[in-house]
């Protein structure tokens, strides 16, 4: 398996975020399924850059308390961009990633809106990927490590601009209509579901049909995006 260029550099320096492409990505199954397709926006994810020393990190509850303190902000669930990273790496490690029938948009507190390409492989490491966030919200992009393609980049606001025209989509929450997965399975078409990256509060938006609920206690956005996958896999019957 391929890694990322420039492994052995500082984690969060700028050599250490050019990214190859996911080479185990399915690519020609994507025409065969165009009108098959999972939409996935993390909203409420908390990426924000902070100035540490000369340079510049991504903030976090861990890292930056002293920051915190100074800002008045609570350290009841914020900032938390681990959870971003833990669905990200559950996303990608998906079958329906590799089978090219998911997509993923992030959308953050400060109100910037990232596509990722299915092709992106995020690093498994919280710091490095702390360091390739940092570097796409002061560049804009980040590009393959052949410069060749866009990986990641952040898009112009509203999300729904972005989405299919007419396609479904579901918001979730614990005080949400409680439904079983498969049921949500559409025979074809794409269908967008709206889960929130953060540990504590609700997720609003104004372009979500409906809202629903996948469990009668709290979940984790990890599990809930990894069960999502689960059950389009098995609803749409994708080769594993």
Not at 164 to 179: A, E, L, M, N, Q
Request: glycine share 6%; proline share 5%; aromatic share 4%.
């Amino acid at each position: 398996m391929s890694r990322p260029a420039d492994d052995d550099s500082d984690d969060e320096s700028p050599n250490a975020q050019s990214i190859p492409r996911n080479k185990r990505l399915k690519t020609g199954h994507l025409q065969m399924c165009t009108d098959r397709k999972l939409i996935i926006v993390l909203e409420r994810c908390q990426l924000e850059t902070v100035k540490v020393g000369k340079g510049y990190s991504l903030l976090s509850q861990e890292k930056h308390e002293h920051v915190l303190k100074k800002t008045k902000k609570s350290e009841d669930g914020f900032p938390r961009p681990d959870i971003t990273h833990q669905c990200l790496l559950m996303l990608q490690d998906s079958v329906l990633n590799r089978a090219g029938m998911l997509q993923v948009f992030l959308h953050t507190e400060r109100n910037v809106l990232i596509e990722l390409n299915p092709q992106t492989r995020i690093p498994r490491t919280f710091d490095r990927f702390a360091g390739l966030m940092v570097k796409l919200l002061q560049k804009m992009v980040i590009r393959s490590a052949d410069g060749n393609q866009k990986l990641i980049r952040v898009i112009k606001n509203p999300v729904n601009d972005h989405l299919p025209v007419g396609c479904r989509k579901i918001g979730t929450s614990v005080t949400g209509k409680k439904v079983d997965i498969p049921n949500l399975v559409p025979a074809s078409g794409p269908l967008v579901f709206v889960i929130g990256a953060h540990a504590h509060g609700q997720v609003e938006t104004d372009y979500t049909d409906e809202v629903v609920s996948f469990s009668d206690y709290p979940l984790s956005a990890a599990w809930a995006v990894a069960k999502l996958c689960e059950a389009f896999e098995h609803g749409w019957k994708v080769e594993k």
